[in-house]
């Protein structure tokens, strides 16, 4: 039993804290006189007005010593990371110090781009959830809960930047779109939380009651796990939460590490012993990520299963594990499928286990057969488990979740999409990070070997003012302008065909492509690439001006068979230098007879796309200074040398804003 109770000794030792924390003095300042504070006052409305007037604010303008939000820890002369120093994932985006990746000391931001508040204010998104303002990471505990949608979320109040307080954001939907933001719902404000409230999942019960299992970061940086529950379940907006009084509920077991072991996911009952199961992340000694099973009655006293769920050699701290089953047409829930596998006696029902991996930073999924009976999970295909295989998103997604909607008997998924600029830059525009549109997921029936994700219907509600532009074929060498409104909020369906002569006439193999090291959208061949320009300068296009581009690129291999790429290049989304640009993709399953098809969702700095129906995604990040607001643009483009490409069909949908809603407090 790894749990404690309330008259036992605790089992492992900890920093108690000040009697009164609170009121513990943390620095003084030197005291002046009223003339003294009266100037000061003078001299700083004087300033403000001025800085108000100008209307721009510049990155490089901010100070060059270090800026360190409230209750953030101070990054040091050597420092370059955010995160793992205190047992989570590595939050900064890997933009270079002396771009203003980072805040701090040796964050001198020399060569930071001066960014207006113009760029800065057009970044944020008009219909993908993002607070109101300040930092947002993992998406925690989606729940459907008496009509309402709740999306919880890491959240850190003081700032725009990851620091050691984080608490569980929370807003409410009625259709995942529009969200009323809602009260921070969990602090970290105990000692088996203090530095940080982080991720965990939500567990309805039976008779309608929802439990909340979270990790706790302890004053001594040890990982946790926490039970809390909603103070008045008859509210449907769960406003606010309490947390047990005997937490935490479980401590790191034997050999496993004291930061290594996080992030709960939605508990399933068993009825083969009248006990609930969870599954949390963690690794070994040998750098092995695996999932461990606890079971537990109350959500109080847990046992651990012997044995590992599942272990996959050389691949890391597992975060954010996922454990669900999945069907071709609609969602299962996972009590469900397990009760259903106890009565038939078989495992007909896929499960995928999902990991979020410590040491890249990316989310890796498996298909394969979880046996209640022995406690294991094991993938369809070895070559591709866990870790090694397939990706959610071949771009910027990480840290996702999935809940069951009972409403529409489906799954839907949640991730976290972080910032690609520097930390200097979000502090300037005062938030960071995006949820990607929620997703639904289903088994792909027709190749069995992957999953297919794809925008949640209620997304087609927001779209006015389509375009069908009919078929247009585009020459190798060529591009070709859309004629469009506005373009920096767009759902876009195209199908592509490339012409069969073309296509019979290219003999040469071309074999060793890779979205990342093959040149992007200049890097020719005689099928591709070809595919979609978008936020592009609506003003010009070639040399230099600003692009995103969304394509294909169709490869011969040895033995002439045909191999398809779906790629995203965002090496010319802006001309600023202090942001990650990246081209990022894989290889896409596409089957005998199917089109080429594609679908983007583009939301001023966030790019999502869905080729083959939703078999591969990728998701970018981009920060144009150009081609914004009306200067934004799209382009049918085709680069390769030797093919003809036709768009046999293309929709271009403009977005109306999900205008989500601020919390006010009913009188």
Request: glycine share 10%; hydrophobic share 35%; with cysteine.
């Amino acid at each position: 039993m790894e749990t404690r109770d309330g008259g036992s000794r605790l089992p492992c030792s900890y920093v108690p804290l000040p009697d009164d924390a609170e009121a513990t003095v943390v620095g003084h300042g030197r005291q002046t006189g009223p003339l003294f504070a009266a100037l000061r006052l003078v001299l700083a409305t004087v300033l403000l007005a001025v800085v108000t007037l100008a209307g721009v604010r510049f990155v490089g303008q901010l100070p060059t010593t270090g800026v360190v939000m409230p209750n953030q820890p101070a990054t040091s002369t050597t420092s370059s990371s955010r995160g793992p120093e205190s047992g989570v994932s590595e939050k900064t985006s890997g933009v270079p110090a002396e771009h203003g990746g980072m805040l701090g000391a040796d964050a001198t931001g020399s060569n930071a781009f001066p960014w207006s508040n113009a760029m800065l204010q057009w970044q944020r998104t008009g219909f993908h959830f993002q607070p109101e303002k300040n930092w947002m990471n993992d998406p925690n505990g989606p729940v459907y809960y008496k009509g309402c949608y709740h999306l919880f979320y890491q959240y850190n109040p003081d700032g725009a930047i990851w620091g050691n307080k984080i608490a569980w954001g929370h807003a409410v939907s009625r259709d995942l779109l529009r969200w009323r933001h809602l009260p921070v719902a969990m602090l970290p404000d105990q000692w088996y939380d203090i530095n940080g409230a982080w991720s965990g999942s939500a567990t309805v019960l039976p008779d309608g009651r929802i439990v909340m299992l979270y990790t706790g970061s302890t004053n001594a940086s040890m990982q946790v796990q926490c039970l809390a529950f909603p103070s008045d379940p008859s509210d449907p907006l769960l406003t606010n939460w309490t947390k047990y009084e005997g937490n935490p509920v479980l401590y790191p077991p034997p050999h496993v590490g004291e930061k290594d072991f996080r992030d709960p996911t939605t508990a399933w009952y068993d009825g083969s012993d009248g006990m609930w199961r969870t599954v949390i992340g963690s690794k070994d000694e040998r750098h092995a990520g695996m999932a461990l099973t606890y079971k537990t009655k109350n959500f109080i006293d847990f046992e651990l299963i012997p044995g590992v769920l599942h272990r996959v050699p050389a691949t890391g701290m597992w975060e954010c594990i996922d454990l669900y089953p999945v069907g071709a047409a609609k969602g299962i829930d996972m009590t469900e499928a397990v009760a259903a596998a106890s009565n038939s006696g078989g495992g007909e029902v896929l499960h995928v286990m999902k990991e979020s991996s410590d040491d890249d930073r990316h989310d890796y999924y498996a298909l394969g057969r979880y046996d209640a009976a022995t406690n294991k999970w094991m993938p369809l295909d070895a070559d591709v488990d866990v870790g090694i295989g397939l990706r959610y998103d071949w771009g910027k997604f990480y840290a996702s979740k999935t809940f069951y909607d009972p409403a529409k008997k489906r799954r839907v998924l949640w991730g976290w999409v972080g910032e690609t600029d520097s930390e200097r830059a979000d502090v300037a525009k005062g938030w960071a990070s995006l949820q990607s549109i929620p997703r639904t997921v289903v088994l792909d029936t027709k190749t069995g070997s992957n999953l297919i994700q794809w925008p949640v219907v209620e997304v087609e509600t927001l779209r006015t003012n389509s375009t069908n532009l009919g078929s247009i074929t585009v020459d190798h060498g060529s591009v070709f302008p859309l004629s469009l409104h506005r373009a920096t909020q767009l759902d876009i369906e195209a199908s592509f065909r490339l012409d069969p002569l073309d296509v019979i006439a290219a003999k040469e193999a071309d074999v060793g492509y890779n979205c990342s090291t093959s040149g992007g959208a200049a890097g020719r061949g005689a099928l591709g690439p070809f595919g979609l320009l978008v936020l592009a300068d609506a003003r010009r296009h070639g040399g230099d001006t600003e692009q995103t581009a969304i394509y294909f690129y169709v490869a011969r291999g040895l033995d002439g068979g045909l191999r398809t790429h779906f790629c995203h290049d965002e090496s010319r989304s802006s001309r600023a230098n202090d942001i990650v640009k990246r081209v990022v993709g894989n290889v896409v399953p596409v089957l005998d007879g199917e089109a080429l098809s594609i679908r983007v969702l583009v939301d001023h700095s966030i790019v999502e796309s869905f080729a083959q129906g939703g078999r591969s995604t990728v998701t970018s990040r981009v920060y144009p200074t150009e081609a914004i607001y009306a200067n934004a643009g799209v382009y049918l483009f085709n680069n390769a040398t030797g093919a003809r490409v036709t768009a046999t069909s293309l929709a271009v949908h403009e977005m109306d804003s999900s205008y989500n809603q601020a919390y006010m407090a009913s009188l």
